[in-house]
């Protein structure tokens, strides 16, 4: 049988939020943009449809409470969801706070070199994710 492993890409560019039931969710290392990226621990899946049927109903689900955290959290103009999968082909959702005032509006986050957190920033921002992300009230 095998086992979850996350992309090595994944985990040099993200750091570790927290396990929700279907995905592992970590956030982006680039301090321009609220950015977490959900990765459903499941072995070789590349694509949403390679999911069981029930895990594509968790991950939309996922999707929107992770969502509904960054908007309580960020109040961004928009929030960005997307799946691509052109450098890391491993199944990873992006959902990004968005604003008028960042860096790339409107353009897409990715695509230039990102600006990675200091090491004084990254509790700040990872303890109220992680907070809500498990079930802070």
Known sequence: MTTFALDPKLEADTLEITTLPLCVARLMNDRRFPWVILVPAR????????????DRARLIEE?????????DLFRPTKLNVGALGNVVA????HVVARFTSDDAWPGPVWGTAPEPYRPDEVERKLAPLRYFLDGGA
């Open 90 to 93: 491993q199944l990873h959702l």
């Open 43 to 54: 072995p070789k899946v590349s694509e949403i449809i390679d999911l069981e049927a029930a």
């Open 63 to 71: 999707v929107a409470f992770v969502s509904s955290v960054m908007r």
